[in-house]
């Protein structure tokens, strides 16, 4: 805090607690005079705003209710052996003592998190979507209609007359259930086409229909996997690999004169399981030397680059987008569970799709076992494109740690051995593991692992400076990431935790680290890749701040889909960010920058009506912003945040 604003007089009582609260432990420094205000008194400036406008209402005239997600979406729940107790509202408000209430931790678990069902309710059948002249293969079975007629007539009114993907793409595959048909669509109903126009969707790694079936009946061979198990099963560990950091095309003297089985690619579409190897024998040729061999490892030099971290739930394709739009160097995708990619599960290789714009790009695997984990590198590294597969060992959630998985596996050092070198066996692309400091709060096992994961091969590792107790209580422990920078050298080490400027981006490069994974503040403000390679505080306003929430919907849509399904799946991924969003603190307001990660915003009254909307902690009106975005809400809509530290009020 800045000395002088404690030594400033107080013009009134009101304003001294004002002041007093805007200098509490923990809470953002804003300007007490000119923006500070009470809860009560930003409460009811945006009412008084709202009820300037006229209500949105539905064509059957029924009114949304913005109180749907209150209270009971903000009850936190007491932790095991606490049920029968009341709950309390979370978390304690500021000048209020800070035991009077408990404060919301951790996941709304009781959350509707089911697909709903009225997306199945009068749903057109894709065969007259597509427009395709094969008829519908269910036939009178089909649980869609095939009556257009009748779809119109229920369908809901258009949200406005652009549609994003026609403009894009010069069709809209779509058609008539685009929420924005009317921009497409001709005098007779027909689906119009731009012919100057179209291209293909820049998305790749999409699961093929048939990779999908082969999964599905376990018809899918892994002999790369395999025989790495076996060895690893006979206690054959490999040791320090010298290929990880032979360049591509390079070849070592004993090999050109050995046969070299190599494994035939498999690809999109060609139904040819990976278990036909090819034998090449003979004089060295150049497609021998362009082609990656088994034992050869492509490089990731990514020094110095900002590293957006794999976020669950938020860290989808559009918000990449964004991020890569603002400066990241290095994206990588949600994490994903290895046997739910086993078994060819549609939600969860939608996690490892990747835009053209993220030019270094990679996917993170959860696993607590040496075969899944193996087999399921193995068939990514045959049907995808990525420049590294991570390992997540950071994990804290219940769900994952009790079945073996995430920061568990730090204290399972056997099967972590087995599955870094399983894996690493079989990817032809760089393997990178991401942990915490340890288990405990207090028991620090990172030191211990860095050299063994070197030795294991690893290419990179990135450290999360606290441990699966602490969650994100309490700072990162960067002094604690400078030790660990030497245990791990020479393989790079990134450092993660509490960026929320250039100056900590700034602080954290000078422990040594190679380079620094950007993960809430990311969530906060993506323009923060801006500010540290500007070396910057960008005062955004609030109609830029809007801007690229619009180009959030725009890249949500054509990721997602321009039909009601894809707009509500936007408008939940949009909530979803907004409830990071509104802890952001513009740069005008501060008293004193920057603003720190765990400093929590007081109420303040924003430069304007959109900046004080931004600002609010209320599921309420993030969905006010969602409609003034994507339209209004279904009828009886109800939004509760995955966090209950997000929806505090």
Request: hydrophobic share 35%.
């Amino acid at each position: 805090m800045a000395e002088g604003a404690a030594e400033a007089p107080a013009e009134s009582s009101a304003g001294g607690d004002l002041e007093a609260g805007a200098l509490e432990r923990g809470v953002a420094p804003i300007k007490p005079h000119r923006f500070l205000t009470t809860k009560e008194q930003f409460h009811e400036f945006l009412e008084a705003r709202r009820q300037e406008k006229p209500s949105q209402k539905t064509e059957e005239g029924n009114s949304y209710d913005y109180d749907l997600a209150g209270p009971e979406a903000k009850r936190i729940r007491l932790e095991d052996g606490q049920q029968g107790e009341s709950v309390t509202e979370a978390p304690a408000e500021l000048g209020e003592h800070p035991q009077a209430q408990k404060r919301a931790r951790g996941q709304n678990r009781n959350r509707p998190h089911v697909k709903p069902s009225h997306y199945d309710k009068n749903r057109l059948c894709p065969s007259l979507v597509q427009e395709s002249a094969a008829k519908c293969f269910f036939g009178d079975r089909c649980r869609f209609l095939h009556d257009l007629s009748s779809y119109l007539e229920t369908k809901p009114a258009d949200l406005g007359p652009r549609c994003v993907l026609f403009e894009t793409y010069g069709r809209c595959p779509y058609g008539v259930t685009c929420r924005f048909a009317r921009a497409h669509l001709g005098p007779e109903g027909q689906n119009l086409v731009q012919e100057e126009v179209v291209q293909a969707p820049p998305v790749r790694n999409g699961l093929d229909k048939a990779l999908q079936q082969q999964l599905r009946k376990r018809k899918i061979h892994f002999e790369r996997a395999e025989q790495a198990l076996r060895q690893l099963g006979k206690g054959h560990l490999p040791g320090p690999t010298p290929s990880a950091t032979v360049p591509t095309g390079t070849v070592s003297a004993p090999e050109q004169d050995s046969c070299d089985t190599q494994q035939a690619p498999l690809g999109p579409g060609t139904g040819t399981p990976p278990c036909s190897p090819i034998q090449t024998c003979g004089p060295l040729t150049d497609e021998d030397i362009v082609r990656l061999r088994s034992c050869e490892k492509r490089r990731l030099d990514i020094s110095g680059k900002l590293y957006l971290a794999p976020l669950t739930t938020c860290g989808n394709l559009p918000f990449r987008r964004i991020c890569k739009r603002f400066g990241a160097d290095v994206t990588c995708g949600e994490m994903a569970v290895c046997t739910n990619l086993l078994q060819g599960q549609t939600s969860e290789w939608a996690l490892l799709k990747r835009h053209q714009c993220e030019d270094i790009f990679g996917v993170q695997l959860e696993g607590a076992f040496p075969d899944t984990m193996t087999k399921c590198a193995e068939l990514l590294n045959r049907t995808i494109e990525v420049d590294f597969v991570d390992i997540n060992v950071g994990c804290p959630i219940d769900l994952v740690y009790k079945k073996g998985g995430g920061c568990a596996l730090m204290n399972r050092t056997a099967k972590f051995q087995q599955i870094v070198c399983g894996m690493n066996q079989v990817l032809d692309v760089p393997l990178t593991v991401k942990i915490r400091t340890g288990v405990q709060e207090r028991v620090n096992l990172a030191h211990r692992l860095l050299p063994k994961l070197r030795d294991w091969g690893a290419a990179l590792v990135t450290l999360h400076g606290r441990s699966r107790e602490q969650r994100y209580t309490k700072l990162a422990d960067w002094q604690y990431i400078r030790q660990c920078v030497t245990a791990a050298s020479p393989m790079p080490l990134f450092g993660n935790g509490d960026i929320l400027s250039y100056e900590d981006a700034s602080r954290a490069m000078q422990t040594g680290v190679a380079g620094v994974m950007i993960a809430r503040g990311a969530l906060l403000k993506p323009w923060l890749f801006t500010e540290i390679k500007e070396q910057r505080h960008w005062d955004i306003s609030s109609s830029e701040r809007l801007d690229i929430l619009r180009d959030f919907t725009h890249y949500g849509l054509e990721h997602w889909g321009s039909d009601t399904q894809g707009v509500e799946k936007t408008r939940r991924f949009l909530l979803e960010w907004l409830s990071f969003l509104c802890r952001y603190v513009p740069v005008g307001l501060l008293e004193r920058l920057p603003q720190r990660i765990n400093e929590r915003p007081p109420y303040y009254l924003g430069r304007d009506y959109l900046e004080t909307l931004m600002a609010s902690q209320k599921a309420a009106d993030w969905i006010h912003i969602s409609e003034m975005l994507l339209g209004p809400v279904p009828p009886n809509f109800v939004f509760v945040p995955k966090h209950k530290a997000n929806a505090y009020k």
